[in-house]
């Protein structure tokens, strides 16, 4: 199907800041983001379509004329399924990365709301920022952009792509084993 | 030469601590006793920056992530900034990243394509063959206070290659790369030139840990450690549900501290053959290696190499996810000190170039889920470096050993039919007694002498 040509109905106006849409679009990102620090994962992953692309390019450092520095290789590049097994892990006992589990916060801003590229899908952009301490040790912190895709499904929304720009070059986190 | 005769030597040399213990009495290898002590010390971390990481080879990147004339990438030797660089002419060259005049990073993307190197702070440029081009307000240097001939940037002391990949040392009379390799040569051709030639898919993904850079080198021919340490993909179905699963094959040391593994799969797992190559690539092997090299690189689905000290292979075969078989994935790995209980870590994805489009992006999708930091595979394994380094920093735990013995007594398997000395039943730790047994030798060496500690 060509982007163009199935353009949303949804009209800019319509999901512009003070917009029902966009309060439900916020509130949407908001529960999201609590059933990630409350351990609720297999509640989380319900939030996915089944066709869902989740991705995070891996970003070097390049002069501005460059773009912004994102290169071939990712650190997640997820299907439904891969993300399931993810939280299968985690939902063992021996997923020692996160056994004991770490406390994140999921801290989300900067919402803008545009009508999808195609019919009944909503364009999120976002800032995010997630801190995680874990056992004795100091905080750890994940910044930096996400370009969600919502999906108009039944009464509510479904993650139909989630894009996540990270800031950092090198990652001074240990790892990636909390949920983006 | 033995470990036991490399611990007589050393007992005569410099190698005592502040406390007037001796290295050598605490770094057991033939035992399988290593103290605690080498992991979080910052006195012993001192002596490793000048007698390992400013002497021995250390792994820069692979030819195909420098494709073209003028292709730069930044990295370290040892731990020393650097910039690999196939200049206008086509030669490829390693300089220390610094400017002549007040040492400035000279090449500050971590990829690109440039014709010159121009400092920010006064301005001097180099061309991408390191020669100084200008430096700045010549006109304002006197006869004789400006000698650009001399002043181009610092070259790494040895730059080699071997199969694509770039290694440099900053000792000048360090052995040559092929001589240092030695029989390990022999190993990295059944990884880096089964079907021909590899290629570094993109970049690496870089990351930081808080931990000793020794617990990750220790970690990577370690295979009794996946059953438990990845219980969690035992348990989800990723990994077989059989303690033993990782055992059957061999342990081998090659000489000059390089270590690896080849592992089958679990009696009767027919996907852990052939390297985990797809079964029409496998015809390849007879072409590109010996029949000896052919029938190991049939035989195995697993293998892990450390090419001395912190450069690996990580050849394995495990599934994207729990819906997909399992195929094989080619990483590459590479960590080095920020201090001593921090430590960055490289991770590359390779593929082989004959490699048919659909296995290239199954391999991919199978090598990002499981390693890096985002991996299902290695989130886990930092968790035990990190852990197992701060409870090494303390005074009380640096009194006592860990424990390297499984398979001390151990015999060789003749029929084993590679270089080096080949071990039967892959869980034993002679691989990383091995590993050690080199770091003392490195470490016991007087430096006045140069090269490689024989």
């Known amino acids: 199907m060509s982007a163009a040509a199935v353009k949303s109905a949804v009209s800019p106006a319509a999901c512009a800041p003070g917009t029902p849409l966009y309060g439900e679009v916020v509130e949407f990102l908001y529960h999201e983001a609590d059933l990630l620090d409350t351990y609720r994962f297999g509640e989380w992953l319900e939030l996915f379509a089944a066709d869902v692309r989740y991705d995070m390019p891996v970003r070097t450092n390049q002069f501005r004329a460059a773009g912004e520095g994102f290169q071939e290789m990712a650190f997640f590049d997820e299907t439904f399924v891969s993300l399931k097994t993810r939280v299968k892990r985690l939902e063992t006992e021996f997923a020692w990365a996160e056994t004991p589990p770490s406390r994140t916060r999921h801290f989300v801003s900067n919402v803008l709301v545009a009508p999808g590229e195609r019919a009944g899908e909503l364009a999120v952009r976002l800032n995010f920022m997630i801190t995680r301490t874990r056992a004795d040790h100091g905080y750890q912190m994940f910044t930096g952009r996400r370009e969600d895709v919502l999906r108009r499904v039944g009464g509510g929304f479904k993650i139909a792509q989630r894009r996540i720009f990270g800031d950092q070059t090198v990652l001074t986190n240990t790892n990636l084993s909390v949920l983006f | ?454």
């Open chain 2, 1 to 454: 030469m033995s470990l036991a005769a490399t611990r007589s030597d050393a007992q005569n040399s410099f190698t005592r601590l502040a406390n007037g213990e001796d290295l050598a009495t605490i770094v057991r290898p033939e035992e399988g006793l290593i103290s605690r002590r080498i992991f979080a010390d910052p006195e012993v971390y001192a002596l490793e920056l000048e007698r390992i990481f400013a002497r021995a080879w250390f792994f820069l990147g692979h030819e195909s992530e420098i494709p073209n004339p003028g292709d730069a990438i930044t990295r370290v030797c040892g731990i020393d900034p650097v910039i690999l660089v196939r200049d206008d002419d086509g030669v490829v060259r390693a300089f220390l990243n610094s400017c002549r005049h007040r040492g400035m990073r000279v090449c500050r993307t971590d990829r690109g394509n440039l014709r010159f190197f121009r400092c920010p702070y006064h301005g001097w440029s180099y061309r991408n063959n390191g020669e100084l081009l200008a430096a700045s307000c010549e006109n304002h240097y006197g006869e004789g206070e400006l000698d650009k001939g001399k002043l181009g940037l610092i070259p790494v002391a040895q730059l080699g290659s071997y199969r694509g990949l770039y290694f440099a040392t900053w000792d000048k009379n360090a052995p040559s790369l092929e001589e240092w390799l030695g029989d390990m040569r022999w190993y990295m051709d059944i990884i880096f030139a089964r079907t021909g030639e590899l290629e570094f898919v993109g970049v690496p993904q870089v990351w930081d840990a808080e931990c000793s850079w020794k617990f990750a080198t220790d970690n990577f021919t370690d295979n009794f450690h996946v059953f438990w340490s990845h219980q969690s993909l035992v348990q989800i179905g990723l990994l077989p549900d059989f303690p033993d699963f990782a055992a059957h094959g061999h342990m081998v040391t090659a000489g000059n501290g390089h270590i690896l593994h080849f592992v089958q799969g679990a009696p009767g797992d027919e996907t852990a053959m052939g390297l985990g190559l797809p079964k029409s690539m496998w015809q390849c092997f007879q072409q590109h290696l010996n029949p000896a090299q052919a029938e190991i690189a049939m035989n195995h689905g697993y293998s892990a190499g450390t090419m001395w000290p912190n450069f690996h292979w990580l050849q394995l075969t495990t599934a994207a996810d729990i819906e997909t078989k399992p195929m094989g994935i080619l990483n590459l790995r590479l960590e080095y000190p920020l201090s001593p209980t921090r430590t960055r870590m490289y991770s590359w994805f390779a593929i082989d170039k004959a490699a048919p489009a659909d296995y290239r992006k199954a391999s991919y999708e199978n090598y990002v889920r499981n390693f890096g930091p985002g991996g299902i595979f290695d989130q886990d394994d930092m968790e035990n470096w990190e852990e197992c380094t701060a409870a090494a920093v303390g005074p009380a735990a640096k009194r006592y050993t860990l424990h390297h013995r499984m398979g001390l007594n151990r015999k060789p398997d003749p029929s084993w039919k590679g270089p080096g000395i080949g071990y039967p039943d892959s869980y034993g730790e002679m691989t990383q007694r091995a590993w050690y047994g080199e770091w003392l030798r490195w470490m016991t060496k007087p430096l006045a002498t140069g090269g490689a500690p024989r």
